[in-house]
């Protein structure tokens, strides 16, 4: 990609929230994800959920969403496949940081290429390594790092939205996900019970202390705490 055409495309990422450069010129939204759509530097892709947060927010109606378009009348096969894993990352970086506002329209659009059913089925497919912060491989181009995306969504989008009551249920919900990336629904139960100095059953306080008490141990230890943080910078 030309040093040219590339310091465009941050320009006009700017006026869409992924603030790299001074804004210039503003162009349509969804020409700006599309351009994104191309790259290959995964420093530029994981600019376009925070595009699309940002155009969602305006809460105009997207080219996109007319009702007879559809994916593959404006992508190649690549750059439709790289649009439908993208929706797909952006719904659940909606999801994991409350912007639930958004997710039916992003739904919509992922059913325009792939039908309700294959909407939903995909959605699960990521759903898992998302979560776990795992790479996520948009095509046999290109892989992300969740972890980089949720940080950049938050940085660039999430701080953007609603007030502190806002950003404090969003913070809760982000809590509760990242929670059972380590901890079962039951084990979830027992940490909240605890928290609240309730008692535990005979059976609870055993499973807790021989179980959850462990992971808990664990995960307070500052030495694998900064383990943890220096892989997830590499």
């Known amino acids: 990609m030309k040093t040219a055409d590339k310091n465009q495309l941050m320009d006009q990422l700017a006026e869409y929230g992924y603030e790299l450069?001074?804004?210039?010129?503003?162009?349509?939204?969804?020409?700006?994800?599309?351009?994104?759509?191309?790259?290959?530097?995964?420093?530029?892709?994981?600019?376009?959920?925070?595009?699309?947060?940002?155009?969602?927010?305006?809460?105009k109606l997207l080219e996109w969403e007319r009702k007879n378009w559809r994916p593959s009348q404006d992508f190649s096969k690549k750059a439709e496949q790289r649009f439908l894993v993208?929706?797909?990352?952006?719904?659940?970086?909606?999801?994991?940081?409350?912007m639930v506002e958004y997710s039916p329209r992003v739904f919509s659009l992922l059913a325009k290429g792939l039908t309700a059913k294959g909407a939903g089925k995909f959605l699960?497919?990521?759903?898992?390594?998302?979560?776990?912060?795992?790479?996520?491989?948009?095509?046999?181009?290109?892989?992300?790092?969740?972890e980089r995306l949720k940080n950049n969504f938050r940085n660039y989008a999430v701080r953007q939205e609603g007030g502190e009551e806002v950003q404090k249920k969003r913070r809760a919900l982000e809590l509760e996900l990242l929670l059972s990336e380590l901890f079962t629904s039951r084990q979830k139960e027992l940490l909240k019970k605890r928290l609240?100095?309730?008692?535990?059953?005979?059976?609870?306080?055993?499973?807790?202390?021989?179980?959850v008490s462990k992971r808990l141990r664990a995960m307070a230890n500052e030495d694998l705490h900064q383990m943890a943080r220096d892989l997830v910078m590499k």
Not at 21 to 50: I, Y
Not at 196 to 211: D, L, P, Q, S
């Open 21 to 59: 450069m001074r804004p210039k010129s503003l162009e349509p939204g969804e020409e700006v994800l599309t351009r994104l759509l191309r790259q290959d530097d995964p420093r530029l892709l994981e600019a376009f959920p925070v595009v699309l947060a940002n155009l969602l927010r305006e809460k």
């Open 86 to 98: 993208m929706l797909t990352l952006s719904y659940l970086l909606f999801e994991l940081f409350g």
């Open 124 to 146: 699960e497919q990521f759903r898992e390594p998302f979560l776990k912060s795992e790479s996520l491989k948009t095509d046999h181009h290109l892989e992300l790092s969740a």
């Open 196 to 211: 609240e100095g309730k008692a535990f059953t005979k059976t609870e306080r055993e499973y807790f202390y021989r179980v």
